[in-house]
């Protein structure tokens, strides 16, 4: 059987750049087996598979795979299959509004908005399906992290920040470095808390690679099957809790912007949008550009 696939750059309005996407456009009757095999194919990031959704009132149902497991959820195929689905199916209207799209994924109905103003790249945005919650666990100790990372434990910490596990949907430890030198300093050893049900790990500073950006970031999770990730949309959902845990921005919409990938050649830029309501993270949305770079078809 013939299956369509189209590949995107997400979270950049540059091809080559970002995070890449494989989306399987015609999905149905593979199974698990099938689709992790596919994925581990493909050796991105992720890879999603779009099906019929289950309520006909949505969009599509979409499963997400890294090359060593399937995903609840996750950001940047949440934002590339969002914006691909809009652009084909109504792509005249596109250029004209935003669309909503509804996408089905194991963590619940997640509702996204497509948009293509004139003379800019497609993109998409969603609300999250799960709001962060902070994990119960204890975190791994500062001297454990940094001999995981290959750092000094002065690296770690900065602002009253300290490591800390967060999840919107999918685990991560949060390892908040002292500077852009400490962060790209960092590489992934032998992480014990990284296993394929635990967190991945997400390295973020205040420092800045690119002016208006509000923190960098890195992201480990090799027992995902992914090294290194050049943009990681469920980790910023996540993030939103540590925004709000350790720098309690005052009530009202906050506007972040997140670079990423920029050590892999990979620049990416995702934008969290929170809102705070008596103190406490109410809604955050999650959006970004997107590039069409390829379509082919799977002969399987």
Request: aromatic content about 8%; proline content about 7%.
């Amino acid at each position: 059987m013939t299956r369509r696939f189209q590949t995107l750059d997400v979270f950049t309005e540059t091809a080559l750049a970002g995070n890449p996407l494989a989306v399987v456009l015609d999905a149905e009757g593979l199974d698990y087996a099938r689709m992790q095999a596919i994925a581990a194919e493909f050796n991105l990031s992720e890879t999603v598979f779009v099906f019929e959704p289950k309520d006909a009132i949505n969009s599509a149902r979409v499963r997400i795979f890294t090359p060593r497991r399937e995903l609840p959820f996750a950001g940047h195929p949440t934002v590339g299959a969002a914006a691909l689905i809009a652009h084909r199916r109504a792509s005249d209207l596109l250029g004209a509004q935003d669309l909503r799209i509804v996408l089905e994924e194991p963590i619940g109905d997640v509702v996204c908005v497509a948009r293509r103003r004139k003379g800019q790249a497609l993109a998409a945005y969603f609300e999250l399906p799960k709001l962060p919650e902070r994990i119960k666990d204890k975190p791994p100790s500062t001297a454990e992290i940094a001999a995981s990372l290959g750092l000094e434990p002065q690296d770690i910490g900065f602002d009253g920040h300290k490591p800390s596990l967060f999840s919107a949907g999918a685990p991560y430890l949060f390892v908040p470095l002292s500077s852009l030198d400490a962060i790209g300093r960092a590489a992934p050893g032998v992480m014990p808390w990284a296993t394929k049900d635990g967190p991945a790990t997400y390295l973020y500073t205040r420092e800045a690679a690119r002016q208006g950006s509000a923190y960098h970031a890195r992201m480990f999770a090799s027992a995902w099957g992914v090294t290194e990730d050049p943009a990681t949309g469920s980790a910023v959902a996540a993030f939103a809790g540590v925004v709000q845990a350790f720098d309690r921005p005052r009530d009202g919409e906050h506007m972040l912007t997140i670079e990423q990938g920029f050590e892999m050649g990979r620049p990416s830029l995702i934008a969290l949008d929170l809102v705070i309501e008596d103190g406490a993270l109410t809604s955050a949305t999650i959006g970004g550009s997107v590039v069409l770079v390829a379509s082919g078809s799977l002969d399987l």
